[in-house]
């Protein structure tokens, strides 16, 4: 594997931006030769949470060693505090998120446009991410992952603090529209239901101690009615790295890449 750190212009936001990307290495012959011939990677956006960035998963969780033998490459971008959104004061994050940064990477590296091929998953506000991208644009993503997410953004957005609401207003705008909006996973969740998407595959794992463990149980009953493809589990532990670093290896046993693979 390829541990690739890439900085970039974004016409969207403006600024310099960086990602980092996994990349499977090509084949090579028993004279050390490349061999020819290009081949298209599938590809699992893996997202961060809040107060991270595009390195934090590098830093807290072995990711490198467990896909080394899953032919599958990782690009985790950097977002600032935006909840993968177009700010309503402040910079296009979604835009960035579901539109630029896939066309950057793909024209950085090898790596397959079919929605069978591409995969994202995240932590905490990425989980968040990793859900609104694959509810927005199911054809385009072939499964989706939160560990510990922050899914239910309505009741998010009301957390306790001047300083929170200030900031969830710079992100959101009026918060009472929020509920309702594209930025309501449930929203998008009955959108998906009333598709041919509906049984795009989702994965929820949460702490049972985590704080966000009420929102991922509103998250699994809603979904549950509305009959989407849901795998929801949950387990002791908190909002913390050690459980992220395991079950962020069930997620790529869960991930149904070996079959899309051989497709």
Known sequence: MALIHCNFFSEVLGLSCSMDAIIPEPRRSLDGKIQEGKKLYPVL???HGLSDDHTIWQRR???EWYVRDLNLAVVMPAVDRSFYTDMARG??????????VPSIARSLFP???????????GLSMGGYGAMK????FPDRFAAAASLSGALDVS???KGV?????DEMRN?????KKVEGSPNDLFTLAGNVAASKWRKIPLYVWCGTEDFLVEANHTFKTRVDLLGLNLTYEEGPGVHEWSYWDRKIQRVLEWLPLAKQQQS
Request: no cysteine; glycine share 6%.
């Open 133 to 136: 991208l694959a509810l927005t």
């Open 111 to 121: 790596l397959s446009a079919a929605r069978k091929d591409n995969f994202v998953a």
């Open 155 to 157: 009741q998010v957005v």
């Open 91 to 100: 910079k296009g994050y979604w835009t960035f998120i579901s539109e630029e």
């Open 161 to 165: 603090g001047r300083a929170w609401k």
């Open 61 to 63: 969780t072995s990711i």
């Open 171 to 175: 992100i959101f705008g009026d918060l």
């Open 45 to 47: 956006y893996l997202l």
